[in-house]
């Protein structure tokens, strides 16, 4: 039994999973976990802050894991892919901006680049300059993201790469949290899967389990894709893009009072990011996707890829076959 992809060949991993590099929350320890489930782990850079990247690489220990940041944001503090690329990740995957500026610093420190992208236009960006990997994201996807959904973006991306760049590799990521999102994205075209919100709910994420409860409470149709999280932390993003959180109090409270909400956010911030710290759910913005209602509790990480290898294999297996006459 098992699954073999291009992915699975090129990285040198045995289940082609890779996990999303979420800020702040990926840590060492879930990268570590998810490399010794057979997929590679990702921290996740975020924002960029150098003492925090290295206790993470340092809990990561001795695993083979990789790194991704935030790209309008390494572009404030470009320094900091240096300060990464000396810890050898495995993958260094740049999302949500102009990736050409590090691409080659990345390829000289042998490191795989992975470029997230959410439209054809930000495709032919990666292909340009020279990604190994392309993340398609769907708007499903908890954090940060754009418009276009899975379904229709991954095959689509899958016909530009077999037609201009056969030897780059396709992830799916957005709404991927079982074996069936596993199985499907392989149909549609992708060599793997990145998954966020399901490895979220995991005893290794950096999250209070509160935070954990409530989302697994709620049901797919309790995220909201909106911008109040970020004015209230002081972040500001490019238009094209917003970010899925659930539909807590707070976020309902402020979405569409956007310019009231910049005029009171400074001096709200400090209560604000106290109450995410100390798991007040309802009083936070907490970033998760649609998967959530696919997940049923908080597993550890090793279970979890089992669990939706195991899934996969038997639908490629079985299903397929049991429907075609
Ligand atoms: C809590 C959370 C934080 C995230 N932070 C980042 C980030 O800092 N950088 C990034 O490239 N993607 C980030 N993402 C998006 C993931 O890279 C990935 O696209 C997404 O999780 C996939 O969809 P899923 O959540 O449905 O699995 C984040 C996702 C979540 C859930």
Redesign the pocket.
Known sequence: MGIRTRLTEELGITVPILS????F?AGGKLAAAVTAAGGLGVI?G?YGDADWLDREFAAAGNARVGC?F?TWSLAEQPELLAHVLAHEPAVL?L??GDPSPFAQAIRAARSQLIC?VQTIAHTRAALACGADII?A?GS??????AMRATLTLVPEVADLLARESPATLLVA?????DGRGLAASLMLGADGV?????L?ATPECLIHPNHQRAALDSDGDGTIRQTAADIARGYEWPEEFTGRVLRTSFVISWHGREAEHRAAAEAARPAYLAAVAQGRTEASGV?????IGLMRGVSPVAEIIARMTEEAEVLLRERGPALVT
Request: aromatic share 8%; no cysteine; hydrophobic share 45%.
């Open positions: 999303a590099p979420m800020g929350v996740g975020g991704g935030i995957m999302s949500f997230q993340v994201q499903e996807a908890g954090g940060h993201g990521a957005g709404g991927i949290a990145m998954l966020g919100s399901r979220w970033f998760v996707g649609e998967a």
